[in-house]
């Protein structure tokens, strides 16, 4: 029932089976035609069924994996799964299981969505229930995402795509890295819209600072060709300020103006300074040969499924 319907929802779900539950419902209380595609990331003390989906009244399907892969892999598996069984003209969302991501912010994504300029819709977060050291880290990341990539992110997962996009994100390696950065990357027409971040049904959230900081890493990877290339050119910089510097040296000790024992010191320091930053740009041009020309690996995405439970009303069931 996947094909007639025009709203499907993927969302990732991680021994959270009571939380999704409650998202099911609310759901089904506002859209009582969606299609959830619910992917179960290797859970093995709240393993989720179909029958969830079904007690809110909607019809659906669940993925579960074979191990755990991680919050964007699963996103990445609903989609390849989604593109494989549509032929009509729909509306994909992608959000969270915990609530953060409200059902009733769905119709706001879906209204920008009309538009024929636009292939995406994003959530950006008009505010946020985190603490302040979360707050700060994020804005560090924001500003680091910026400098580093050339490019501005603040959205996450929480979007909407329209079902003739949806086959050129899936055939994109960076899908398996990062939602948000391979979005960026698709060149796809992205509109964003601020939207509140809701609370949390149950519990707390799963990803700690380290797994922050791998995500935040991972968003900077899809982009590796421009960091690298950004971080040569300020390595060249500063190789080219220490060769300036130790010809003002020299220009200084010529003349006399340098004190006893400051001009080897200083020569020395602009001499390492050089070194090592001249190494680091070689390094960092071979790597971007190496990234540039590495081979395309294609990623079976039914390789992770182990099983898949249609909902008793599909007919796919």
Known sequence: NMINSNLIIITPVYEDAQVATKLFK?????????????????????????????????QGVVITLKKNVGHQRSIAIGLSYVSDNINNSCNIIIMDSDGEDTPTSIQALLKLLKSDNVDV????????????????????????????????????????????????????????LHIASCVLMSKLRIKEVALDRGKRYAGKGKMNFIGLVLHGFRALMVFSEDVLVRVGMACASVAALAILGGIAAVTLKIFGFATPGWFSVALGILLLVFLQTGALTL??????????????????????IDTIHHTNSDHNG
Do not use: P
């Open 121 to 176: 819709v994003v959530a950006e977060r008009k505010s946020r229930i985190e603490t302040l050291w979360f707050r700060f880290f994020y804005i560090v990341y924001k500003r680091m995402f910026r400098l580093l990539s050339g490019r501005k992110i603040s959205f996450g997962n929480f979007m909407a795509i329209k079902s003739s996009s949806i086959k050129r994100l899936v055939a994109m390696q960076e899908l398996w």
């Open 283 to 304: 390094i960092t041009l071979m790597l971007t040969g190496i990234v540039k020309s590495g081979t395309i690996v294609s990623i079976k995405y039914q390789d992770f």
């Open 26 to 58: 609310d759901i089904g209380e506002i859209y009582n035609n969606a299609y959830i595609v619910a992917v179960d990331d290797g859970s093995i003390n709240h393993t989720l069924h179909s029958r969830y989906i079904e007690a809110a009244g909607l």
